[in-house]
């Protein structure tokens, strides 16, 4: 097992990483920006290391995270999600001076981060995929492939993720303007101004596969999250396994996401993510994360595994045995955003009052607490709310109770929004889709 880890990035999942690495007698580096002096993460990290400079570049300085990796004798980098979590030229680096990376080799994330080259992966793997074109060099040839594929269409970001940088055309005359505008939305936050098409699909569930790919080279599923629950093509409410499907197609989805995660020579945790057409009954390849990801308790609480220490003991050259995992119950996870629940605006702030809920298959990953302030210059999550139980209907009352007993004053929250769903008969039924957010808030995406 590796000694000591610098944990390159902030919040709940920092705490993630420094939990799991200290219950493994790991070392761990935290490293943080001067807004995130106060944060529990930085206490709690065996040792914590200012990044000086600004705020909203902290956790994306490269000089600067090596720099302290190799002060600090750090043996190993997590990057957790976002940031520079699937930047494959930064973990190419880290490499390049002997350090350990905590994912998958730099070479499939580039593959699998490029939601083109990702696609011919799947292809060749033999996973279905989304009709669709490759990289567009102008709105003409976007034109031609929307007639092509068929409206209404999606426009989105070879480079693309988070659910950013996409769009859906009803018909050519939105084309034109679209085009340019997402390919300039993808420049901007990627780096990366190549767009292309996709055949969009009005009723769907957005169903993804945890892989973990050992060190043998065999690949593990384990299970499936549904993710349906979203505001603007962004997660808002996960749960595993998937109220949607059934045996054979969890089979089927299951299957394929190993098939794709074999060809690609996955190591270490990732999830590959599939678009499920509710009325032709089938599913298709959307993107794979080559990283741990936000919704990754759910699978924890199902599966009885601890997924960052896994990812330790992969990239130390050890493997989890594949036998000692097997699914148990049901379990859901509510995103606490500080945002208003109506047209979720960022409404950040000081936190006056923390109280978490706690009790029987209750679980929350926070990244705050009382006294700290929510900066705007950060993602808005400020925690995740994981209920678990025997059944779906178990987990739906733990939920509600558990919601009722989260207080935090002082920035706005998601609680009243997630109150809501539990209290509508669409998400209770399990018989929701994509666009259950804009049924319940009318006038969102």
Request: with cysteine; proline share 4%.
């Amino acid at each position: 097992m590796i000694e000591s880890v610098l944990v390159a990035n902030r919040g709940e999942i920092a705490r993630r990483i420094i939990r799991s690495a200290r219950s493994l007698g790991v070392r761990t580096i935290a490293v943080h920006s001067d807004l995130d002096t106060e944060s529990p993460f930085v206490a709690e990290a065996d040792q914590a290391v200012l990044i000086p400079g600004a705020a909203a570049m902290a956790y994306r300085d490269v000089d600067a995270l090596l720099h302290v990796a190799a002060a600090t004798g750090a043996e190993a980098i997590h990057p957790g999600y976002g940031f520079l979590s699937e930047n494959a030229d930064f973990a190419q680096e880290v490499i390049r001076r002997g350090l350990v990376w905590i994912g998958p080799a730099p070479d499939v994330i580039a593959t699998m981060g490029d939601k083109i080259t990702a696609r011919q992966a799947a292809i060749e793997a033999g996973v279905p995929v989304v009709p669709g074109s490759d990289a567009l060099a102008s709105a003409n040839q976007a034109k031609a492939e929307a007639e092509r594929i068929g409206y209404p269409v999606m426009i989105k970001a070879a480079g693309g993720g988070g659910g950013m940088g996409m769009a859906v055309i009803h018909d050519e005359a939105a084309v034109e303007e679209t085009f340019e505008r997402i390919s300039g939305v993808a420049q901007r936050l990627f780096g990366d101004g190549r767009v292309f098409v996709e055949r969009y699909v009005s009723r769907s569930r957005h169903i993804e596969v945890q892989v973990l790919g050992l060190t043998n080279g065999t690949v593990l599923t384990l299970g499936e999250r549904d993710c349906s629950v979203q505001r603007r093509n962004q997660k808002l409410v996960e749960e595993c396994p998937s109220p949607a499907i059934g045996t054979e197609m969890r089979t089927r989805i299951t299957s394929a996401a190993r098939l794709l995660a074999e060809r690609v020579g996955y190591r270490n945790a990732g999830t590959v993510e599939m678009i499920f057409d509710v009325e032709r009954s089938e599913f298709y390849f959307l993107e794979m994360n080559t990283r741990i990801q936000v919704e990754h308790p759910v699978t924890e609480a199902v599966y009885g595994i601890d997924l960052v220490a896994a990812q330790l003991a992969i990239a130390s050259g050890e493997s989890p045995e594949p036998s000692a995992f097997s699914a148990n119950g049901h379990a859901i996870e509510f995103r606490i955003n500080a945002e208003d629940s109506v047209r979720f605006l960022p409404r950040p702030g000081t936190i006056q009052t923390w109280h978490e809920p706690n009790g029987a298959g209750i679980r929350v990953d926070a990244g705050y607490r009382t006294g700290n302030t929510v900066s705007s210059v950060y993602d808005s999550l400020m925690a995740k709310l994981v209920v678990h139980g025997a059944t779906r209907d178990e987990a739906l009352a733990r939920a509600r109770a558990a919601l009722a007993d989260f207080v935090i004053e002082g920035p706005k929250s998601t609680i009243e929004l997630h109150q809501d769903l539990l209290a509508s008969a669409e998400f209770t039924s399990g018989d929701y889709d994509t666009r259950i957010v804009s049924r319940l808030r009318p006038g969102t995406k």
